[in-house]
């Protein structure tokens, strides 16, 4: 309805329709009919002149009106209208008198008060008449308002409700669903406007719809009628980018609709929580100590995973309280801690507890009470395990202690002090030994120590702070005067705590001083001995490998001189070539000496009776600027010793001593004395080969010439060494060798200008002395005949050596080595009367050979062959059997003699230790 006005024709059917019908159709009924009609209609009929005043009204329209029918027809239509009514009640006759009819809806007040709305339609009937439907349309006009106003609630809560809400209708017999109306949420929610959605359906608004369960969603509520919850996630271009919560349900009508929220920040936050939950479970379960939270009344609402494992707690403790979970005595004293913490806010306590496993550990609690928003209080708890560190104090305090015995027994002054330079530790040596005390703790050294001193450590200190480690040789001197060396050691100790500490110790290193002197001496002698040794090695393997050369010359001398007749002129030639090998023969010997390997023949000797055999030759043999003094004592100890070889160390001394004196006068003095030698005196020596102490007899030989510097100290025994211009043989180096093969010690003592002091000490002996050991001439003819095997590896050797004694009629069997020779000797032993066998031979040396040899015939004879000294050699075959030695180089006449010894004596087996 329009304006308050409504044309009948477009209500076919109604009142007022029907009332047209009446009048307009049928007008040719009687006028009785017609008021009969009117007056009996259900409806409200007056009949009123142009002017507004009733001419007639029926009972309807008076108690409509809620008045008589007496005081309508005298007041007219105004009578009770409101005034819009009014307003409206003329209009309506305006329209009549102008268009000859009208229809308005006109409010009125009843005399009780109440008010109305009434429809009324109006017909011109003639005249200035017309006469008028009237319809009480309150209740409809309530009922519209009402309608009005619940749609108008209905939209303001469509649109101001935060959820999204859309309605939908279904179409391909509910397949698939097409958008009806949504709310502005859903513009926030989906994105989407409603002009570009309303129509459309969902699947070509949302394709992904179909992949999210939705749409069947949407299809069983439409089916069924059933409303469903339906959570789910939503995406953009194929990405999940939030949760959405569905709810959906069916109207009357049909339609379906859906109500939905954003839940991605509710979700987000849930997920935040729950991981921050188990951040807080993961944490608190790796924590290294026992943590539970309690409610306000007493019960556990959290225990982490150290307290079930090391207390036997489990999930059952959770709603518990102490008492139910601990004995009585633990218990009560459990709820006591708990109350305190939660009067006082916070408590700590130490307690010693008997894990899950039975073991006694000792727990540092800490209880504290937790107030939230709520108003209501937890009790919070964390039981550190303390037994290590417990442990850890006790073993400090143990520290400190064997700290402190350890610097008190040190042998040297120890002390610490801080980065200033104050003294926080004496220790007893320090304090003892330096005449200090604890007064000193808290000041710096220059405040304890006068003078440049206390300021040069006190430098020092800084020093060691800037720099490191600091390391200073101090002399001081003792109580009694005496001169002390000190080695101080200053360090920098850092602390944890990023402070450092300034740590010294200062030992007297006195005697190591001296030692380390002493010891540097040892080793400069035992470097020129091991020297000395490596010369020796090298003139003995020349003096080895020259011999035999000798050995050739030699023997084919003597094999010459037997061819020629006595009258030749070329036998004193022949003699001069003798000579010359014999001299080549002693350089060889001098050599052997050197290296300690010569030839010895040792007796008891008197060393006094062989330099007064010398004198006359020692007298000739020095400078005429020399004058030699002897000093001879009495009662010598002998030595055991070779004489020829005492004699040539005596001369080759002498001869040292007055070259020393050839350009100015001097003195020679010779000595002689024993004394008793500790071990300590003979490591100073140049030879010592670790000699025992005991009682030597030592000969000095000094000269006041120009003495030594520590140059040609350092090569003194050098083969063929001199500070003349041209070297003049073995000399010195043959005394070292001559002290070496008899196990003597040497000492020299020398200096620039002022002479040089030989002394050579032998271990004396016991015994009455014995005469030198001359070799006499013995009757060499008569030998009985045989077979020798001559083995050496040297051709010339086993040449010459054949021919000797095949001129002496021996038959001679030759080898070139150890096992071409047994080889022999096994298939001739029985024919073999004597084996010369030379010792170094390669493949199987003479040891070796001779060793097999005695397997194969237990009495063979052996005469070993070298250039070394027959002592060294022998005493390997002591008690073997070894018939006899010859040195090389031999002449025929020394090899005749030693086979005299050998086969000329009696033919029996020779007796060893093997034999028993």
Not at 596 to 605: E, I
Request: glycine share 8%; with cysteine; charged share 30%.
């Amino acid at each position: 309805m329009s304006d308050h006005t409504k044309n009948s024709k477009e209500k076919p059917g109604s009142e007022t329709g029907t009332l047209r019908d009446i009048l307009e159709i049928n007008p040719m009924n009687t006028e009785q009919e017609f008021e009969k009609y009117i007056s009996e209609a259900p409806y409200g009929i007056f009949i009123s002149n142009s002017e507004g005043k009733y001419l007639w009204i029926n009972d309807i329209a008076c108690k409509m009106m809620g008045r008589s029918k007496e005081q309508l027809l005298k007041s007219g239509i105004g009578t009770g209208l409101l005034p819009e009514g009014k307003e409206h009640s003329r209009m309506l006759l305006s329209e009549v008198r102008e268009q000859g009819r009208a229809e308005r809806e006109i409010s009125f007040e009843r005399t009780d008060g109440s008010s109305g709305t009434w429809l009324i339609n109006a017909v011109k009937l003639g005249g200035d008449r017309f006469m008028a439907y009237c319809m009480d349309i309150t209740e409809q006009k309530r009922t519209e308002r009402a309608l009005l106003e619940s749609e108008a609630r209905y939209r303001a809560l469509f649109g101001g409700i935060r959820s999204g809400v859309a309605v939908y209708k279904a179409v391909d017999e509910g397949d698939d669903f097409e958008y009806v109306d949504f709310n502005p949420s859903v513009n926030r929610v989906e994105n989407i406007e409603w002009k570009d959605v309303i129509g459309k359906r969902v699947t070509e608004v949302f394709p992904a719809v179909k992949n999210l369960g939705l749409l069947d969603v949407f299809r069983r509520v439409y089916r069924t009628g059933v409303p469903e919850h339906h959570p789910v996630t939503f995406q953009h271009g194929g990405v999940m980018t939030g949760w959405r919560d569905n709810y959906v349900y069916r109207l009357p009508s049909g339609e379906i609709v859906s109500i939905y929220d954003d839940i991605t920040d509710r979700k987000l936050a849930e997920i935040a929580l729950r991981e921050s939950e188990e951040n807080f479970h993961t944490f608190m379960d790796n924590l290294p100590a026992a943590v539970f939270l309690k409610d306000s009344e007493g019960k556990y609402i959290f225990i982490n995973r150290y307290m079930r494992e090391v207390f036997g707690a489990d999930e059952k403790w959770l709603g518990r309280s102490t008492q139910e979970c601990y004995p009585e005595t633990t218990a009560n004293l459990l709820v006591s801690d708990d109350m305190k913490a939660v009067q006082e806010g916070y408590a700590v306590y130490i307690r010693k507890v008997v894990d899950a496993r039975g073991n006694e550990r000792f727990f540092e609690t800490h209880k504290f009470r937790i107030s939230k928003e709520e108003g209501k209080e937890l009790l919070g708890g964390i039981a550190l395990d303390i037994s290590e560190k417990l442990k850890a104090r006790l073993d400090l305090e143990e520290s400190e202690e064997c700290f402190r015995a350890f610097m008190d027994f040190i042998p040297g002054a120890a002390f610490l002090k801080d980065a200033e330079g104050r003294y926080k530790h004496l220790n007893r040596y320090f304090r003892d030994n330096m005449n200090v005390d604890n007064s000193w703790i808290g000041k710096t050294s220059m405040e304890c120590i006068p003078g440049d001193a206390g300021r040069q450590m006190f430098n020092d200190d800084k020093l060691v702070i800037r720099d490191g480690y600091l390391m200073r040789i101090e002399i001081v001197k003792d109580d009694l005067g005496n001169e002390r060396i000190f080695e101080a050691h200053k360090f920098p100790i850092p602390r944890k705590d990023g402070k450092i500490l300034i740590g010294a110790i200062a030992l007297d290193v006195t005697e190591k001083a001296h030692a380390e002197k002493d010891r540097k001496n040892l080793e400069a002698q035992i470097q020129h001995t091991q020297k000395l040794e490596s010369l020796g090695v090298l003139a003995g393997g020349i003096a080895h490998d020259f011999n035999n050369i000798l050995m050739a010359i030699l023997g084919y001398s003597d094999l010459a001189l037997l061819d020629l007749d006595p009258a030749s002129p070329a036998r004193p030639s022949i003699k001069e070539i003798e000579k010359a090998a014999r001299n080549a023969a002693d350089l060889a010997k001098q050599m052997l000496a050197y290296s300690g390997k010569g030839r010895f023949q040792l007796v008891k000797l008197d060393m006094n009776k062989i330099i007064r055999e010398m004198t006359h030759l020692l007298s000739i043999s020095i400078s005429k600027n020399a004058v030699i003094k002897y000093h001879l004592a009495e009662n010598l100890p002998p030595v055991e010793a070779d004489a020829a070889q005492m004699r040539q160390f005596i001369m080759n001394l002498i001869t040292n001593a007055s070259e020393a004196l050839e350009t100015t006068s001097g003195i020679i003095s010779l000595t002689t004395s024993a004394m008793e030698c500790d071990s300590d005196y003979l490591k100073t020596a140049y030879l010592n080969e670790d000699l025992p102490g005991g009682l030597f007899t030592y000969i000095e030989v000094a000269d006041t010439g120009c003495g030594m510097d520590e140059e040609a100290l350092s090569k003194l025994f050098d083969p063929f060494f001199t500070t003349k211009s041209t070297g003049r043989g073995l000399g010195l180096s043959a005394v070292l060798g001559i002290g070496r093969g008899h196990k003597g010690a040497l000492k020299v003592y020398t200096e620039p200008g002022k002479g040089t002091s030989f002394k050579i000490l032998f271990p004396a002996c016991t015994g009455e002395v014995s005469e030198s050991n001359q070799i006499d001439e013995e009757e060499i003819t008569n030998l009985p005949g045989g077979t020798i095997l001559l083995v050496d590896d040297e051709e010339s050797v086993r040449t010459v050596g054949k021919t000797m004694l095949e001129r002496k009629g021996f038959d001679v069997l030759t080898s070139v080595d150890g096992l071409h020779a047994l080889k022999i000797f096994k298939e001739r032993h029985d024919d073999i009367v004597c084996v010369i066998l030379d010792l170094t031979m390669p493949h199987l040396d003479g040891e070796e050979t001779f060793r097999e040899m005695r397997r194969i015939k237990k009495d063979v004879r052996v005469i070993l062959s070298s250039g070394y000294n027959e002592q060294d050699v022998t005493q390997k075959f002591v008690g073997k059997g070894l018939a006899g030695f010859i040195q090389k180089p031999y002449q025929l006449k020394d090899l005749l003699i030693k086979l005299k010894e050998v086969i000329g004596k009696t033919t029996d087996p020779v007796k060893t230790e093997d034999d028993g």
